[in-house]
């Protein structure tokens, strides 16, 4: 089963009525944040999903910047949404498909059976010819389902600690090798950890590399299988992408490390590496 749909396919679906549940994964710096880009645009049929709000719980030195959301946070967001079993879940975002991302691992996580990524997301969507509304966007249904937490693999901080197989950290060049750091308390990287940023699993209008080519990217890299994997990034948005990669390429599904850089480097006695 794909696990992303192309623009030109969502909207055949939308114009034929087709009962997909769509979220818009929408974050901005601008006032009234998220929610008001959406509320000025956004594809039909949305509803909106705060990345912040629903997809994560609350941030601190000892869990990260974006631990994961309680069962509390994610039943509300569900009944929000009107979530049902028999309805596929499609999710999108403005920002490189890292909020959307996280929103299918979360998901996927939480216990929602059918999840797809809208591939390259909204910049794509406008792209290829495909116009956006404004407004508050759909009516909340009726949802059927509670969240079911414990669905995909995950790693603790612990875990990373004993890990004797591969560590991927799916962050940025820059920092990874520590040569700048603008979101947490210290550049560098967990030590013994390759790097596979998520630019490198994208094409340049942002839509997922082939399958093959992604097996390659993974290969040169030594990783032939999930089993042995634990991935992280800043805060599990990037590494919910390259997780996204991973799936595709035929490769499965790692263990990820939520927590990831945020947690790790907020310990003093944790070390630090820097380098390529």
């Known amino acids: 089963m794909s696990i992303t749909i192309s623009a030109e396919e969502?909207?055949?679906?939308?114009?034929?009525?087709?009962?997909?549940?769509?979220?818009?994964?929408?974050?901005?710096?601008?006032?009234?944040?998220?929610?008001?880009?959406?509320?000025?645009?956004?594809?039909?049929?949305?509803?909106?999903?705060?990345?912040?709000?629903?997809?994560?719980?609350?941030?601190?030195?000892?869990?990260?910047?974006?631990?994961?959301?309680?069962?509390?946070?994610?039943?509300?967001?569900?009944?929000?949404?009107?979530?049902?079993?028999?309805?596929?879940?499609?999710?999108?975002?403005?920002?490189?498909?890292?909020?959307?991302?996280?929103?299918?691992?979360?998901?996927?996580?939480?216990?929602?059976?059918?999840?797809?990524?809208?591939d390259g997301g909204q910049a794509h969507w406008e792209a290829t010819g495909h116009q956006l509304i404004g407004g508050p966007g759909n009516p909340r249904g009726f949802s059927n389902i509670t969240s079911n937490p414990g669905q995909l693999p995950?790693?603790?901080?612990?875990d990373v600690k004993k890990h004797d197989g591969i560590l991927l950290d799916a962050r940025e060049r820059n920092r990874f090798a520590g040569r700048k750091e603008f979101l947490d308390l210290k550049a560098g990287h967990i030590p013994g950890a390759i790097n596979i940023p998520t630019r490198e699993v994208l094409n340049e209008d942002l839509t997922f590399k082939s399958p093959e080519q992604l097996r390659d990217i993974f290969h040169e890299a030594g990783i032939e299988s999930a089993d042995d994997v634990i991935i992280y990034s800043g805060s599990g948005n990037h590494s919910a992408q390259v997780i996204m990669a991973m799936e595709m390429a035929g490769i499965g599904?790692?263990?990820?490390?939520?927590?990831?850089?945020?947690?790790?480097c907020a310990d003093e006695s944790n070390p630090v590496e820097r380098g390529d």
């Open 154 to 158: 995950t790693a603790t901080i612990e």
């Open 10 to 118: 969502l909207a055949q679906r939308i114009h034929s009525g087709s009962n997909n549940i769509l979220l818009a994964s929408l974050w901005s710096a601008n006032e009234g944040g998220g929610f008001a880009q959406f509320n000025s645009e956004h594809i039909p049929t949305a509803k909106f999903c705060d990345p912040a709000a629903a997809l994560a719980g609350i941030p601190g030195s000892s869990s990260g910047r974006n631990p994961l959301p309680s069962t509390d946070i994610l039943d509300r967001w569900f009944n929000r949404w009107g979530l049902r079993d028999d309805r596929q879940v499609v999710v999108y975002d403005n920002f490189r498909g890292l909020y959307s991302a996280r929103a299918w691992w979360v998901l996927k996580w939480a216990g929602v059976q059918d999840v797809v990524v809208l």
């Open 253 to 264: 599904i790692p263990r990820h490390y939520i927590g990831g850089w945020s947690q790790w």
